[in-house]
C-alpha cells in the first residue's frame, strides 16, 4: 500500500464548476503537504503548501489538510479550462524525499 | 524568480549508452533531488544530496550514479542504457529554515532510449 493514495480520477467538469481532489496518506511523520500541478510533458508546479491541519486559501484554490484523519483536499472554485491538468498530492518531512499520490487528470470542459 | 534549470530538455539514446543530465538549484538552495517519472506515473525518488553530501537514496538503479558540485549543481549519470529508462527525469531543489519546507522542481529532461 502506497503512503500516500490519492483518488485517482479522471475527472471531468463543466466549465465553472466546483472540483474537489482528495488524499489520504498512512505516515504519521509527515510534516507538510503540497499540491502540484502538472501539465502534459512539463515538470510538477507547486499550487500550495500546508504544514498544518486547517485551511489555506489562494485565490481559487483551497488546501484542507486534516491530520486527525490523515486526509488532504484541494478545491477549486470556479474551473477553468486552463486547469486541466494532472494534479498531484505530496507530503513530506524535513529533508526526506517526497511521497507522491498517483495523480488525478482533470478536464474542465468549456 | 529564479527556478530550477534542468539539461538537457530532451534527450535521445541508443540502449546501452550513456547519458548525463544536469541540473542547477535554485540559488542558495542546499539540497537537491532526483526524480524519475514513466508515462502515466507519479514521480519516483532516486537520490538526494546535501551539501555537496549524499543524503538519501531511493529505487535508483545500480547502472545510474550521482553527485553534487562545489556550486551546488547535481549530475546524473546513466550508463547501460535500457528501454525502460525512457521517462522524464526531474530535479527538485530545497532549502531548510526558509519557512516554506518544500521542493521546487525543474521543467524535467525527457529521456528517450531507443
Known amino acids: 500500500q502506497k503512503e500516500v493514495e490519492q483518488d485517482p480520477g479522471p475527472l471531468s467538469v463543466p466549465e465553472g464548476a466546483i472540483v474537489s481532489l482528495n488524499c489520504t496518506y498512512s505516515?504519521?511523520?509527515?510534516?507538510?503537504f503540497m499540491w502540484y500541478r502538472q501539465y502534459s510533458r512539463k515538470g510538477p508546479e507547486l499550487l500550495m503548501y500546508t504544514y498544518s491541519s486547517g485551511n489555506k486559501e489562494d485565490g481559487r484554490f483551497t488546501a484542507q489538510v486534516d491530520k486527525s484523519s490523515k486526509y488532504i483536499s484541494l478545491f477549486i472554485r470556479d474551473s477553468q479550462p486552463s486547469d486541466s491538468a494532472t494534479y498531484l498530492c505530496a507530503s513530506g518531512t524535513g529533508r526526506r524525499a517526497l511521497t507522491f499520490g498517483s495523480g488525478t487528470r482533470l478536464q474542465v470542459q468549456p | 524568480a529564479a527556478g530550477v534549470i534542468q539539461s538537457p530538455r530532451h534527450l535521445i539514446k541508443e540502449k546501452r549508452e550513456t547519458a548525463t543530465l544536469k541540473c542547477y538549484p535554485i540559488p542558495r538552495h542546499d539540497t537537491v533531488y532526483w526524480y524519475q517519472q514513466g508515462p502515466g506515473q507519479d514521480p519516483q525518488f532516486l537520490i538526494s544530496f546535501y551539501e555537496k553530501m549524499q543524503s538519501d537514496k531511493g529505487s535508483i538503479p545500480d547502472r545510474f550514479s550521482a553527485q553534487q558540485f562545489s556550486d551546488y549543481h547535481s549530475e546524473l549519470n546513466m550508463s547501460s542504457l535500457e528501454l525502460g529508462d525512457s521517462a522524464l527525469y526531474f530535479c527538485?531543489?530545497?532549502?531548510?529554515?526558509?519557512?516554506?519546507?518544500?521542493?521546487?522542481f525543474g521543467p524535467g529532461t525527457r529521456l528517450l532510449v531507443l
Open positions: 505516515n504519521s511523520a509527515f510534516q507538510y
Open positions: 527538485a531543489s530545497y532549502k531548510g529554515g526558509s519557512g516554506q519546507e518544500t521542493q521546487y
